[in-house]
Every structure is written in structure tokens, then in C-alpha cells.
């Protein structure tokens, strides 16, 4: 194998809650960097730590149960132990749940990388009546064990120092082998003998390695396999094939459990005779299963948790109104001043309707991340989250999701009036990338918060007798579609395997408010820092599209002598009211009508210039297609700015139909103009509230998925396909209405 290894370089690995970055914190305080892998949303953190005049540079991976390629966390944990090869590892390990957290420690054994053992949250096994024989332990895994409380930092110099003197030792790897049963490693030595024969993947890991991974299916290195040496690859799966094909034969398994079982037994050996002694009654894994006998009851279970996701739900979207409404009026406050202080122009237009609509929209939407992520964190620190995953997994597993997609529906607007951008974050509980991905791409089905002034318009407009069952039906339709496509798209583009529910129950815990508003700011924090810049620049672009190019001079010229010679009819005071944008007091009948006229020409030079701009053009041109399902130029550019924020499509749709105010100053109702208009009926209404519920997500959630996703490809997969999606079905409906004889 290749050295590369750095001395003075240290990585922190283990379970997720098992007090990683509390231990992190607590030895590298203030000195440390946060940054991501390259090209994905995992993060990670850096810091340094100074000892006998070295600076240890630390690693903290992310959590992770496995280091088979389950989801990005673990592709991202390993790579870096075989790419990065760091001389230690500290491996830390929740010492109350022992067991479980020996899981990833066997597996890092088996990779061969020399660990030291971080016994974290001794306290807490204390406290449970735990007591660890911790030489013992030790001497049986033959790697160095130190015990530590991260949240006072007891433990932590002695633990760094046994790392910094073991990494100046220089220890070559050396794998742990484990024996999975007859068949297992009967396969195990032929494949390594190839593997070691032929050299392959020999620079990063060992031959045994993998050969395990060829067994549990690892598509990483079976990938890297298939492309270093096509026909060993071949062979190797051959015999993996064979493997798996004899043990649901014999023992109706298959290999990843078979692996899971021995090595479950490997531990369970490891802690027998005295090692860890449990006083069980008391403790909170007994608790725990009390507490589950209610909460994943049969009956109970699923009651109590459709309470808390619409707990979680009002949490979300209510209790953080107030600094939404703050924030609104602060950047509508900032927008006046603006428009106060500065001469008319494109450069007043840019900074009121570009760049502070922009950020306002960009920071808008942090009240609503912040309060899902705490209540996330919340759900995900105490244990429950798994609950839920656990209860649901059924029902959504046989869409191709996971149990914890719910979350991202809910928040979504899985209950009407959610936000698909804090709802795309939510899904990164998912663990499998595939079935996160299928998460991401269909929560936008839902029906937003933004989505629900449009549709309470059409529907006021066109079925006002039914509102309540338009909206039920409405929700319907929207849970309907994205599970159904989440289905599509898990049976297509994403084909795979669902990720095995391997994963035990952790047992519950009270989190600390600290620790709550620490992963709360990390995200929320990582939210502005990452998607803000993108949302404001695609925000700019926006406001160009809608306002260039501008009427002709000679257009523009008509429209100012009408205005010069209406005015030019009224009195000094009126005129400069008009000019102001107030509302002139004591006129007489024929200086209001006057007036009237102004506005009402003051909202034809806005239609026309939408319509003279680039987006009113692309709405023209789109009525050859469009035209199938019944939408003119008008409905397209209110779709086309629909794109900035779906609550857009209003106030553009008012604008293409030169809507104003009356003569009291009350907005004309659009819906009331709409069911007026002899071009529309309920059969187009209807056509466009399924085109807007499913056709493209707007941009700030675009561009979160392509954040969360890590590639551009899905966002603009996410755009292309749902328009699609809406197209066919609103055609459907539009034309099957015709058909049917409704229109
Ligand atoms: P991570 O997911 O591994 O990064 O875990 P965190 O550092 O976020 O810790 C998870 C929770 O365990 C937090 O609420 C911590 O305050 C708590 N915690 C961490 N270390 C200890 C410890 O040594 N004892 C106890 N009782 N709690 C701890
Ligand atoms: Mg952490």
C-alpha cells in the first residue's frame, strides 16, 4: 500500500450521538474550520490541537453505523481512512449502549486502521448501572481504550495523548479477520487470493476487505472493481452471486445479515465473562422498551405519531411567524426607504425588485429552517425520529422510500401550507442516497404555502361552493402524486435496493437545549452560507427577464403624452398626490374620473411592457404548446414567474390582465375578473391548479436540491421532469373535460 500517511494527522470516527463533536469541541475549541467534502453536503470539520510542540490536526468524520456504502456519510467516512490513510483513529463509542457502538469499531478492525477507544459518556453508563472492565477490554481487542466524559472534557489529554504518541509509531494496518460461517469464508479466501493476486484496489485497502464488500454488494467498490479489471470483477461477483444464491437456499439469508450476525457474535464474545456488567432494572435500556410498549404501539403508535408530526408541523410553520413577519417588514421598510431616496431608473429597479426581494426572499426563509431544524433535532436526538421511520417504513417502502421521507412531505405541505425548502432539508434523515433523491425530487409536490393563495383564488373564482372539498381533494391529489412518482422514479432512473431496516431502536434520551441549538445553527448557518448566494443571483435574473427590454422609446412615448395631457387637466394638488402615489382628497366626479384613467393606463403600459419583456415573450411563444391544456400568454408568464415564488403568479396575473384598483383604492379581486372573462371556466381553472401544484419547483427549493443532492443534474432534472408531469396531467384533464363534455 501507498504511504501517505501524516503524522500529526487524526480522525475522529464513530456512531452518530455518541458525543463526536461534543468531544471534538471540547479539545480543539475555538481552533477549528468547517468546510464540506468536495461536491456534497457532508460536512466536515477540522481543528487543531498543540502537544509537545506538534499540531495535531484533527478530523471529525461523519457519524456513521457502517462502512459498507449505505449512504454518502459512510462512502465519505471510509474514503477518507483509505484515501487520507490517517496513522489513528479515535473511535468513539457511547460506553451506555456498548453493544451497538462495537459495531463500526469491528468494522474499522476489519479495515485494519490502528484505533484508539474513546469510552465516551462513562456518566451515563454509571448512571445506568454500567460498569466496563476497561483493561480487560483492552487486552481482548488489543487496541488502547480510554475512558471519557466529552461533556466536561474528563478524559480528553489522556486521549489525545495516547493518539499523538501512537501516530509517531507508525503502525502498519492490520486487519481483524472475523469468521462468517463455512460458506462465507470459505468464499472470502478464494476472492481475497485473486484480489491480493491480482492487485487489485491493493493502494487503498486490504484483499479481504475487499472481497467482504464484493459480498455485501458495495456498488463504490464494485464500481472501482468493474472498472480496474473488468473480468476479475467478474469472476468476483460470480462467486458473490453463488454465495448468496446457496444461503437463501440453506439458511434463507443473505450475505450482509449472515455478516451482520458474526459479527453481532464477535462482540457479544468480546464482552462476555465480566467484561460488562449491566445492573438491568434500573437501567435506560429497560426504560426504553417500557416506553416503546406505548409509543410503537399497534393502536397507540401511530396515533401518537401523526400527533407529533403535526406537532412538529405547527411548530414549523406557526411559532415562527413572528420573526417572519419581522423580517418581512423590515426588508418591505428597507424597499420603501430605497424607493424614497433615490431617482427613478433601472438602477432603483434593480436594488428595490432585484436585490433587496432577493435577500429578503433568501433570508425570508430562515425562521422556517431554523424552527424545523430544532424540532427535527429535537425528534432525531431523543431517539423518536426512529420510531417513526420504524412505523412508516412499510407503507413507504413499497413506493421505494424510506419511513423518515414523511418528514420531508409534511414540512413540505404534506399539510397544506408548508415550504418545500426547509421540506427538502428535511429529508437529509434519509440514509440511502437513492431513496433520499426520490424524497427530494417529489416532496415539491406538495402543496406549499405558496401555492395556496393561487389555489384559494381559481377556487373562489370557479367552485366557490366547494372550497373545503376542493382543498381536502387538493391534498389528496398531491400525496397521490408523489408517492406514485416516487415509485416511477425508484423503478426507473433510480433503481435499487431499499436500504435493509438493520438499524435497532436507539434507546431514548433527553438531548441538552445546547446541543439542540448547536445542530440548529449549523444548518440553518449552512443554509444561508451555501444556497443564499445562488438564490439571490437566479433572484436578480428574475427581475431582468421580467423588465427587459423595456417598451420601445416610441411606445413609451405614447403612453407618457396620454399621461401629460390627462393630467395636464387636473389641479396642482391633485396632480402632485397622483405623482406621489397618493390618494388625492376633495376631488370633484370629473377630476376622480380623470384620475381612473391615469391608473388605468399606468397598468395597460405595465401589461405592455410584460409583455414586451423576455419572459412575456417566452409566454407568447409557449401558446403553441401550451394551448393544449387551455393557457394563453398570460397564464404563461404568470407560470414563468410562478419559477421566482409561486405566490407570484398572483400579482403577474393581475399585471397581464392590467388589473389596478377601484376607485376606493381596494384591490380589483383577479378571481372575480377571472370568472368574468369568457376565455375561462372551471375546466381550465382546474386544468391550471394541477399544472401548478406538480410543474417545476420554484428556485430557492431548486436550487436546495441541488445543495442537498450535491449535483446540479437533479435540480434541473427536478424542473424538466415535474413540468412534464404537469403538462401531461393538466392536458389530460383540460382535454378529457372537453371530451367528457365539462368545459
Ligand atoms: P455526535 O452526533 O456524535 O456529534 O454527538 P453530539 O456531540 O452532538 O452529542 C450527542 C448528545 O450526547 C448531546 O446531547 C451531548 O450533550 C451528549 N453527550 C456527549 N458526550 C456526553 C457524555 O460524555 N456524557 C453525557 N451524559 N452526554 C454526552
Ligand atoms: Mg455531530
Same mark, same amino acid.
Given at each position: ?66 462502512? *459498507? ?40 478492525? &476489519? ?26 477490554? %483492552?487486552?481482548?481487542?488489543? /487496541? ?8 466536561? $472534557? ?7 495523548? *495516547? ?46 476487505? *475487499? ?7 458495495? &456498488?463504490?467498490?464494485?464500481?472501482? $472493481? ?39 457474535? #464477535? ?32 393502536? #397507540? ?31 418591505? %421598510? ?74 420531508? #412531505? ?68 398531491? @400525496? ?40 440548529? @445553527? ?42 401629460? %395631457? ?23 366626479? &370629473? ?51 410562478? #419559477? ?80 412534464? /408531469? ?15 363534455? /365539462?368545459?
Amino acid at each position: 500500500m501507498t504511504e501517505r500517511s501524516d503524522k500529526d494527522l487524526i480522525a475522529l470516527a464513530g456512531n452518530p450521538n455518541c458525543g463526536k463533536t461534543t468531544l471534538f469541541n471540547a479539545v480543539t475549541g475555538a481552533r477549528q474550520h468547517v468546510g464540506n467534502y468536495p461536491g456534497i453536503t457532508v460536512e466536515k470539520k477540522e481543528g487543531y490541537y498543540h502537544l509537545d510542540g506538534r499540531t495535531l490536526r484533527l478530523v471529525d468524520l461523519p457519524g456513521t453505523y457502517s462502512l *459498507t456504502a449505505y449512504s454518502m456519510e459512510e462512502l465519505v467516512a471510509r474514503d477518507f481512512l483509505v484515501q487520507e490513510r490517517p496513522r489513528v483513529v479515535i473511535d468513539i463509542i457511547d460506553a451506555s449502549n456498548l453493544e451497538r457502538n462495537l459495531y463500526l469499531t469491528v468494522q474499522l478492525m &476489519e479495515l485494519g486502521v490502528p484505533i484508539v477507544l474513546a469510552l465516551n459518556m462513562m456518566d451515563a453508563a454509571a448512571a445506568r448501572g454500567v460498569e466496563i472492565d476497561v483493561e480487560e477490554l %483492552s487486552r481482548r481487542l488489543g /487496541v488502547p481504550v480510554v475512558p471519557t466524559v466529552a461533556r466536561t $472534557g474528563k478524559g480528553k489529554e489522556k486521549l489525545i495523548g *495516547t493518539a499523538a504518541e501512537m501516530s509517531l509509531q507508525d503502525r502498519p494496518w492490520t486487519p481483524l479477520h472475523i469468521s462468517y460461517g463455512p460458506d462465507i469464508d470459505l468464499a472470502l479466501e478464494r476472492m481475497a487470493a485473486e484480489i491480493a493476486a491480482a492487485g487489485l484496489m491493493a493502494d487503498v485497502q486490504p484483499a479481504r476487505w *475487499t472481497a467482504l464488500k464484493y459480498l455485501e454488494a458495495d &456498488e463504490q467498490v464494485v464500481g472501482r $472493481g468493474r472498472a480496474d479489471n473488468p473480468d476479475l470483477s467478474g469472476c468476483l461477483e460470480a462467486v458473490a452471486a453463488q454465495v448468496a444464491d446457496h444461503l437463501q437456499k440453506t439458511l434463507d439469508s443473505y450475505p450482509e445479515a449472515m455478516i451482520a450476525d458474526h459479527r453481532y457474535g #464477535f462482540i457479544a464474545a468480546l464482552l462476555k465473562g465480566g467484561v460488562v456488567k449491566e445492573n438491568r432494572k434500573s437501567d435506560r435500556l429497560f426504560l426504553s422498551d417500557q416506553l416503546d410498549r406505548v409509543l410503537t404501539n399497534r393502536f #397507540f403508535g401511530p396515533l401518537i405519531m401523526m400527533a407529533t408530526l403535526y406537532a412538529v408541523y405547527q411548530f414549523t410553520f406557526n411559532y415562527s411567524q413572528l420573526p417572519v413577519a419581522w423580517i418581512a417588514a423590515g426588508f418591505s %421598510s428597507l424597499g420603501r426607504f430605497a424607493d424614497s431616496v433615490m431617482p427613478p431608473g433601472p438602477l432603483k429597479s434593480l436594488l428595490i425588485s432585484g436585490i433587496i426581494d432577493g435577500v429578503g426572499g433568501v433570508v425570508g426563509f430562515v425562521p422556517l429552517i431554523a424552527f424545523m431544524f430544532l424540532a427535527i433535532a429535537f425528534l432525531e436526538d431523543t431517539g423518536y425520529l426512529a420510531r417513526v421511520a420504524y412505523m412508516l417504513d412499510r407503507v413507504f417502502r413499497t413506493f421505494g422510500l424510506h419511513g423518515s421521507s414523511v418528514m420531508a #412531505f409534511i414540512i413540505s405541505g404534506g399539510i397544506a401550507g408548508g415550504c418545500a425548502v426547509p421540506g427538502v432539508m428535511a429529508a437529509r434523515t434519509l440514509r440511502s442516497s437513492r431513496e433520499r433523491l426520490a424524497t427530494l425530487l417529489t416532496a415539491p409536490f406538495m402543496n406549499c404555502g405558496a401555492k395556496l393563495p393561487v389555489f384559494a383564488m381559481l377556487i373562489a373564482a370557479f367552485f366557490a361552493t366547494r372550497q373545503a372539498q376542493m382543498m381536502f381533494l387538493l391534498t389528496v391529489l398531491s @400525496w397521490t402524486a408523489a408517492l406514485l412518482f416516487a415509485k416511477l422514479i425508484r423503478s426507473t432512473i433510480l433503481r435499487g435496493p431499499s436500504t435493509p431496516f438493520l438499524l435497532e431502536l436507539p434507546p431514548y434520551r433527553l438531548p441538552t437545549f445546547k446541543g439542540l441549538l448547536i445542530h440548529t @445553527w449549523e444548518r440553518t448557518w449552512e443554509y444561508i452560507r451555501r444556497a443564499g448566494t445562488l438564490i439571490l443571483a437566479i433572484s436578480i435574473l428574475f427581475w431582468a427577464l421580467m423588465s427587459y427590454p423595456g417598451l420601445p422609446e416610441s411606445e413609451k412615448k405614447i403612453y407618457d403624452e396620454q399621461r401629460q %395631457s390627462l393630467l395636464a387637466g387636473l389641479s396642482e394638488n391633485v396632480r402632485a398626490a397622483v405623482a406621489e402615489g397618493r390618494t388625492p382628497e376633495g376631488m370633484t366626479p &370629473e377630476q376622480a374620473k380623470t384620475v381612473e384613467w391615469v391608473h388605468t393606463l399606468d397598468h395597460e403600459q405595465a401589461q405592455a411592457t410584460l409583455k414586451h419583456s423576455i419572459a412575456g415573450r417566452i409566454g407568447s411563444g409557449l401558446e403553441y404548446v401550451s394551448r393544449y391544456c387551455g393557457f394563453d400568454w398570460r397564464t404563461n408568464v404568470a407560470l414563468l414567474s410562478g #419559477f421566482a415564488a409561486k405566490e407570484i403568479i398572483i400579482s403577474t396575473l393581475g399585471t397581464a390582465y392590467s388589473l389596478g384598483k377601484t376607485k376606493r383604492g381596494q384591490d380589483i379581486p383577479l378571481s372575480d375578473r377571472l370568472a368574468a372573462d369568457s376565455q375561462w371556466n372551471p375546466l381550465k381553472a382546474f386544468a391550471l391548479i394541477v399544472f401548478i401544484m406538480l410543474y417545476a419547483p420554484c428556485f430557492a427549493t431548486v436550487t436546495c436540491i441541488i445543495r442537498e443532492s450535491g449535483a446540479w443534474k437533479w435540480g434541473l432534472f427536478s424542473m424538466v421532469f415535474n413540468t412534464a /408531469v404537469a403538462f401531461l396531467l393538466a392536458v389530460l384533464v383540460y382535454r378529457g373535460g372537453i371530451w367528457l363534455g /365539462v368545459g
